[in-house]
């Protein structure tokens, strides 16, 4: 009979890797419809990123007590699973406890596993009363109803139950531990589910023994259910965040990239050596790429990233100016569509035999609308704020080049200021001669 459940242990192992490969892929997939870019650029800086901001979550404690007892949630859930390596080990070849061997270091990492685990419930239960009792504003927001929002409340509910699990299996074994029965030898240290062993007290041995087992085999099947589900949620960035800080970009905040194209162009339009009558060269080889971005294709990777790695929290949409003072615009709404209309493309290609069919659809119109796109006064707070480093304003700012460069979209006084610019050499509309009249007040 053991054989028979390390080999369901096994195929339920297999399985639940096996779905979560196959849904990573599909999340490279996407991420790589993206347009090239290069983030190679200052690899020790990367790495003190990654290792400050994802790792060390130096972001998060800018608002102390969330950022306090999200780092309990963060560390406790990461520390705890690493008992999954024991469980694995056990159920695969049938053994109990199988690091028992390590005496006092071990009751010291399942004691300091389940004081974890109790400040995990508690950090928890703390989240779940900011959501739905006290609803802070971010959490009720209009960009976050329907899925967003369930969603967030399915994460605490699993985490709340890994975590019971943990503890209801840990008192079981210690409650037969103590009656010295069959294999159950003592091994371990359980400061929190010792208060729970009694009620055990008046249970059968065997009874006793078929809740440990169930509670067993129901939380290694809830973890690999929970690490499934991420594929789902906004908690995918428990996995991308560490690339997504790696791969942000370094330069300061606020300046901007320039189109390629445009600048080749501007450079041949101030050399002095080139007729400025002349008509310019055409390079047969040449592909019009477009300007700017109108739906997640035109995107770069690192964006696309961006879209899989928001956590939702809702920070950036919280310390946005265009949104405090009413307007449309809403960072973390500009990522969630993103991330919605990626996955849309994404299901395209599946459908299509790996190949995408244009269906009438693109991100600029049918998910983010010019009045959002306008509405941002590209400040930066957004991504100053965000505790993973996800920029909206890029994807902003490309869209806006596509309205502005590809269909002349821009609003009345920007296409104006932009004309005068043209035809005057400055954003005023007076004769270009003039220009220069202001040095003779001097």
Sequence with gaps: MSYLDNILFAIILGLGFAFFAINFKKIIRNIKLGQDINRSDNPSAR????????????????????????????????????????????GLFGTHRVFAFMGGFYDVLIGSFEILAFLVLFSVIVFLIRRNIIKLKRFIHSDLK?????????????????????????ASDYHLQLLGFGHYERAGAFPISQFIEPLFNGMSEITVMMIERAVWWLHITGILIFLNYLYFSKHLHI???????????????????NLESVTKEVKLMMDPNIDPFA???????????????????????????????????????????????????????????????????????????????????????????PEELWACTSCNACVEECPVNIDPLSIIIDMRRYLVMEQSAAPMPLNAMMTNIENNGAPWQYNQQDRLNWKDEQ
């Design 47 to 90: 790495w003190k990123n990654m290792a400050m901001i994802a790792l060390g979550q130096s972001k998060m404690v800018k608002r102390p007590i969330t950022g306090i007892l999200h780092i309990i949630v963060y560390i406790g859930f990461v520390i705890i699973n690493l008992e999954l390596l024991e469980i694995i080990i056990d």
């Design 146 to 170: 329907g899925w967003p929002k369930s969603d967030a409340n399915y994460i605490l509910y699993f985490e709340i139950v890994l975590m019971s699990l943990f503890l209801i299996m840990n």
């Design 239 to 257: 996995l991308l965040a560490f690339p997504n800080t790696y791969f942000a970009n370094l330069k300061p905040q606020g300046q901007f990239n």
């Design 279 to 369: 008509a310019a060269p055409v390079d047969e080889n040449a592909v019009h790429s477009k300007f700017g971005a109108s739906d997640v294709q035109d995107l770069n990777w690192v964006q696309l990233l961006n879209a899989y790695t928001c956590t939702e929290c809702g920070r950036c949409t919280s310390v946005c100016p265009a949104n405090q003072t009413g307007k449309k615009l809403s960072p973390r709404k500009i990522m969630m569509d993103t991330r919605d209309r990626l996955e849309e493309v994404g299901k395209n290609i599946d459908d299509n035999k790996g190949i995408f069919i244009p269906d009438n659809k693109s991100l600029l119109n049918d998910y983010i609308t």
